[in-house]
């Protein structure tokens, strides 16, 4: 790329409001202002722009008018409006609430950050107890949405303990009245018609893992019996999504989805991964990179690759995705999605990890199977190390103390762009976020360093690649259309608990019994 | 016996005092002061780990200072 | 830690950076002027799990800081990496002191709705166990002081109290 060189252009400060700038290609800036809103320029633009040489009455005044980058017409009305909508999450308390029901696992995945146990170690199961606890301080959430998420270990080892949260929790939300749902990340292989039959009737959400084409996905997801790790995740994958169309659901909108754990095994495979994704049915594709807890750490040397590999990959998937859209396949993938959606419709989606300040003990919590209550999953995992910095207390403390924990207040600090080197001047930050158990684990404190830091070269990577396309988009409207598709969130309401319905049973439910319906004797 | 100078203006006293204890099964201290120092000779009680005990010693003072928000003001 | 011993980088001035070669440790000497000390402090304790760090103010106006690998190193190279290392974070603590100062209202701000927000009001039983005779919060913006106070105006009752003062002066001259 030819650097634009700021010396020769000689800046003048005076008619431009408050903005950021980033060179994309040769000749398209990117210019970006307090509230999000953007342009592209030509390189020519740019120098007008930042010369304070724009014509009035010209085109380009017109585009840098209309969204806010003049200071003699800047619209602050309009421009904290939108702050507000970008910020629209600060208000309400945490949404997702993480329960890990048991570190007992089936499989033994080569990057796996949830520090699994083995079979035997019942020990590590979540008490009734424990989760009735959990489930009085998630339902105290100040937020009127509420997301119960199992997750492990592999939550159905634990099915006893998910039917009791589901059926606690939905006996106390009649009083209560939050909008409830359910979600489970499960591996699959231990799913059965009578557990599938419980989980669809009370509406829970199932999300899977598929590391890519079977041999991969195999490879670094091992079932100790010889059984067939990817089989047994397409099979329920297809029964499920049979299911949902039994039941009269629309299948283009609900669907099981899957996960991707990107490894150095996957980076060369990027067309195959997608091709299986779109062949399981899955509309979506979250193309994570690997992170650095639990085993991930201790394999680090097998599965790690320079971020600019994994940004190779993401690129070259990305534009296989679009494609496969213009010829009329459904599949989006997921990061672009987070980021096309604060882009083009000024609106936060509230992902958790990618959010300013980020979510950790205002967004979520994670409740441990042994009662402890941590700021977020990564947290919970760091203390699986004997490292208990995230840690807020237990599910024997009240709500407001666990959330008012100095631990949270810092989180919060440390993950406030508007206090972070790099950020401060960074184009993408009205659009972007850190992760500060992430940074603490990696950088050696819960604030990191930006420019050295792996989420932030993703995040900076993806934002490139889709600033690249939407200035190719100015000459290719399809395009624009499906990433404007990518950001159309359709709401799943089936998923929402109905507070006034009765709890579906499955087997081995306890019915209670009204009195008042007692039959009158004769 | 190893001498270190822990400069008023960047050590905390109650820092010292508080890490003097704490390592006490460790190593032998004492204790004394300049205008500018904090002077604590250490002789450890373990030869072979000696390098250890003086540099963890030295560092656990710098982490109790720094949480304490630093030195005292003067 | 000795200064017997000093060596240097190729490509670090070494009134900067120089390598004790009796101990194996750096000694990177800093001016106050553009890192102050909480950046000192915040660089100095990330290294504090792989090194023994020891700073010191052998004038005024700087500071120096020693850092001892805690496995031992013997190559240059990784002695150069640590003093690297160093330098990049003692840089964004620096610059991290400036911007949170700068930006302050607006961090506190956004904390303080974030956190109103995900903890919500107190119970009555949260207000009994709380504790009134706590010393109130910073109060950047003044909005606790009276006009009187920011300005220097007297209260009106200052004001008349003086007056009567004057009167009786007047009346007694």
């Given at each position: 790329?030819?650097?634009?060189?700021?010396?020769k252009?000689?800046?003048?400060?005076?008619?431009?409001?408050?903005?950021?700038?980033?060179q994309?290609?040769?000749d398209?800036?990117?210019?970006?202002?307090?509230?999000?809103?953007?342009?592209?320029?030509?390189?020519?633009?740019?120098?007008?722009?930042?010369?304070?040489?724009?014509?009035?009455?010209?085109?380009?005044?017109?585009?840098?008018?209309?969204?806010?980058?003049?200071?003699?017409?800047?619209?602050?009305?309009?421009?904290?409006?939108?702050?507000?909508?970008?910020?629209?999450?600060?208000?309400?308390?945490?949404?997702?609430?993480?329960?890990?029901?048991?570190?007992?696992?089936?499989?033994?995945?080569?990057?796996?950050?949830?520090?699994?146990?083995?079979?035997?170690?019942?020990?590590?199961?979540?008490s009734?107890?424990?989760?009735?606890?959990?489930v009085?301080?998630?339902?105290?959430?100040?937020?009127g949405?509420?997301?119960?998420?199992?997750?492990?270990?592999?939550?159905?080892?634990?099915?006893?303990?998910?039917?009791?949260?589901?059926?606690?929790?939905?006996?106390?939300?009649?009083?209560?009245?939050?909008?409830?749902?359910?979600?489970?990340?499960?591996?699959?292989a231990?799913?059965?018609e009578?557990?599938?039959?419980y989980?669809?009737?009370?509406?829970?959400?199932?999300?899977?893992?598929?590391?890519?084409?079977?041999?991969?996905?195999?490879?670094?997801?091992?079932?100790?019996?010889?059984?067939?790790?990817?089989?047994?995740?397409?099979k329920?994958i297809?029964r499920?999504?049979?299911?949902?169309?039994?039941?009269?659901?629309?299948?283009?909108?609900?669907?099981?989805?899957?996960?991707?754990?990107?490894?150095?095994?996957?980076?060369?495979?990027?067309?195959?991964?997608?091709?299986?994704?779109?062949?399981?049915?899955?509309?979506?594709?979250?193309?994570?990179?690997?992170?650095?807890?639990?085993?991930?750490?201790?394999?680090?040397?097998?599965?790690?690759?320079?971020?600019?590999?994994?940004?190779?990959?993401?690129?070259?998937?990305?534009?296989?995705m679009?494609?496969?859209?213009?010829?009329?396949?459904?599949?989006?993938?997921?990061?672009?999605?987070?980021?096309?959606?604060?882009?083009?419709?000024?609106?936060?989606?509230?992902?958790?990890?990618?959010?300013?300040?980020?979510?950790?003990?205002?967004g979520?919590?994670?409740?441990?199977?042994?009662?402890?209550?941590?700021?977020?999953?990564?947290g919970?995992?760091?203390?699986?190390?004997?490292?208990?910095?995230?840690?807020?207390?237990?599910?024997?403390?009240g709500?407001?103390?666990?959330?008012?924990?100095?631990?949270?207040?810092?989180?919060?600090?440390?993950?406030?762009?508007?206090?972070?080197?790099?950020?401060?001047?960074?184009?993408?930050?009205?659009?972007?976020?850190?992760?500060?158990?992430?940074?603490?684990?990696?950088?050696g404190s819960?604030?990191?360093?930006m420019?050295?830091n792996?989420?932030?070269?993703?995040?900076?990577?993806?934002?490139?690649?889709?600033?690249?396309?939407?200035a190719?988009?100015?000459?290719?409207?399809?395009?624009?259309?499906?990433?404007?598709?990518?950001?159309?969130?359709?709401p799943?309401?089936?998923?929402?608990?109905?507070?006034?319905?009765?709890?579906?049973?499955?087997?081995g439910?306890?019915?209670?019994?009204?009195?008042?319906?007692?039959?009158?004797e004769? | 016996?190893?001498?270190?100078?822990?400069?008023?203006?960047?050590?905390?006293?109650?820092?010292?005092?508080?890490?003097?204890?704490?390592?006490?099964?460790?190593?032998?201290?004492s204790?004394?002061?300049?205008?500018?120092?904090?002077?604590?000779?250490?002789?450890?009680?373990?030869?072979?780990?000696?390098?250890?005990?003086?540099g963890?010693?030295?560092?656990?003072v710098?982490?109790?200072?720094?949480?304490?928000g630093?030195?005292?003001?003067? | 830690?000795?200064?017997?011993?000093?060596?240097?980088?190729?490509?670090?001035p070494?009134a900067?950076?120089?390598?004790?070669?009796?101990?194996?440790s750096?000694?990177?000497?800093?001016?106050?002027e553009?890192y102050?000390?909480?950046?000192?402090?915040?660089a100095?304790?990330?290294?504090?799990?792989?090194?023994?760090?020891?700073?010191?103010?052998?004038?005024?106006?700087?500071?120096?800081?020693?850092?001892?690998?805690?496995?031992?190193?013997?190559?240059?190279?990784?002695?150069?990496?640590?003093?690297g290392?160093?330098?990049?974070?003692?840089?964004?603590?620096a610059?991290?002191?400036?911007?949170?100062?700068?930006?302050r209202?607006?961090?506190?701000?956004?904390?303080?709705?974030?956190?109103?927000?995900?903890?919500?009001?107190?119970?009555?039983?949260?207000?009994?166990?709380?504790?009134?005779?706590?010393?109130?919060?910073?109060?950047?913006?003044?909005?606790?002081?009276?006009?009187?106070?920011?300005?220097?105006?007297?209260?009106?009752g200052?004001?008349?109290?003086?007056?009567?003062?004057?009167?009786?002066?007047?009346?007694?001259?």
């Amino acid at each position: 790329m030819n650097p634009i060189n700021l010396a020769k252009i000689k800046p003048r400060p005076g008619s431009q409001a408050f903005f950021r700038w980033r060179q994309i290609d040769d000749d398209v800036v990117l210019i970006t202002n307090l509230e999000g809103n953007w342009l592209l320029l030509s390189r020519d633009e740019f120098t007008s722009f930042a010369r304070g040489e724009v014509e009035p009455g010209s085109e380009l005044h017109t585009r840098l008018d209309d969204k806010n980058f003049l200071r003699a017409t800047y619209d602050i009305q309009a421009a904290s409006e939108r702050v507000k909508a970008r910020k629209h999450f600060v208000h309400n308390g945490p949404l997702l609430h993480v329960m890990v029901v048991t570190l007992r696992c089936n499989e033994t995945c080569v990057y796996c950050h949830a520090s699994r146990a083995n079979m035997d170690a019942v020990e590590t199961d979540m008490s009734a107890e424990t989760a009735r606890k959990a489930v009085d301080i998630a339902l105290a959430s100040t937020n009127g949405f509420v997301t119960i998420e199992f997750q492990g270990g592999e939550p159905l080892v634990n099915f006893p303990i998910v039917k009791e949260i589901i059926e606690y929790a939905t006996e106390r939300n009649k009083e209560i009245g939050k909008r409830l749902e359910f979600t489970m990340v499960s591996n699959f292989a231990l799913l059965d018609e009578d557990k599938l039959e419980y989980l669809l009737a009370n509406k829970v959400q199932m999300c899977t893992s598929i590391d890519g084409p079977e041999e991969l996905h195999n490879a670094q997801r091992k079932l100790p019996q010889t059984h067939n790790a990817f089989q047994a995740a397409a099979k329920w994958i297809k029964r499920v999504n049979e299911a949902y169309g039994e039941m009269g659901l629309e299948t283009n909108l609900y669907h099981v989805e899957a996960l991707l754990t990107t490894t150095k095994a996957t980076l060369d495979k990027w067309k195959e991964v997608v091709d299986t994704y779109v062949g399981l049915g899955c509309k979506t594709i979250f193309l994570r990179p690997v992170d650095p807890f639990g085993f991930a750490e201790r394999a680090r040397l097998r599965l790690e690759y320079p971020r600019s590999k994994y940004l190779e990959f993401y690129r070259n998937a990305v534009d296989y995705m679009i494609e496969l859209n213009r010829e009329g396949v459904e599949i989006l993938e997921r990061y672009a999605a987070i980021f096309l959606t604060k882009i083009l419709r000024g609106e936060d989606p509230n992902f958790l990890d990618n959010r300013n300040p980020a979510g950790a003990g205002i967004g979520q919590i994670a409740y441990s199977y042994d009662g402890n209550v941590y700021t977020c999953d990564e947290g919970r995992m760091l203390a699986a190390t004997q490292d208990d910095t995230f840690l807020l207390g237990t599910v024997d403390d009240g709500y407001r103390k666990l959330v008012g924990h100095e631990t949270v207040r810092a989180m919060t600090i440390a993950t406030n762009l508007d206090q972070q080197p790099d950020c401060v001047n960074c184009a993408y930050q009205p659009y972007c976020g850190t992760n500060a158990a992430y940074n603490y684990k990696a950088q050696g404190s819960i604030f990191g360093r930006m420019r050295d830091n792996n989420v932030c070269a993703v995040h900076k990577g993806i934002q490139d690649y889709l600033f690249e396309k939407l200035a190719a988009a100015k000459d290719d409207p399809e395009l624009l259309e499906i990433f404007e598709r990518w950001t159309t969130i359709r709401p799943r309401d089936h998923f929402v608990q109905d507070p006034n319905a009765e709890t579906a049973a499955g087997e081995g439910t306890v019915e209670t019994v009204d009195a008042s319906e007692e039959p009158a004797e004769a | 016996m190893t001498e270190l100078r822990f400069h008023r203006e960047l050590y905390s006293g109650e820092a010292i005092d508080e890490a003097v204890k704490t390592w006490s099964n460790f190593a032998e201290f004492s204790l004394s002061e300049t205008p500018e120092h904090w002077v604590v000779e250490v002789t450890p009680k373990h030869e072979a780990a000696a390098r250890q005990i003086i540099g963890e010693f030295g560092n656990y003072v710098l982490g109790l200072t720094v949480d304490r928000g630093g030195a005292e003001a003067s | 830690m000795s200064t017997d011993n000093q060596t240097s980088f190729s490509d670090i001035p070494e009134a900067v950076a120089s390598v004790s070669a009796t101990d194996r440790s750096v000694s990177i000497n800093l001016d106050a002027e553009v890192y102050p000390l909480q950046a000192v402090y915040g660089a100095a304790y990330i290294f504090l799990d792989r090194c023994f760090v020891f700073i010191d103010r052998p004038a005024e106006g700087s500071y120096r800081v020693t850092l001892s690998a805690k496995q031992a190193v013997e190559e240059s190279e990784a002695l150069r990496a640590l003093v690297g290392e160093f330098a990049n974070e003692l840089l964004s603590c620096a610059w991290r002191h400036q911007i949170t100062q700068d930006n302050r209202v607006a961090i506190e701000t956004v904390t303080v709705q974030a956190i109103a927000g995900a903890m919500g009001e107190p119970s009555l039983d949260d207000l009994a166990d709380f504790d009134f005779t706590d010393e109130a919060l910073d109060d950047p913006l003044g909005i606790a002081q009276s006009w009187e106070e920011k300005h220097g105006r007297k209260s009106p009752g200052e004001d008349k109290a003086e007056g009567d003062a004057a009167t009786s002066e007047e009346a007694s001259a």
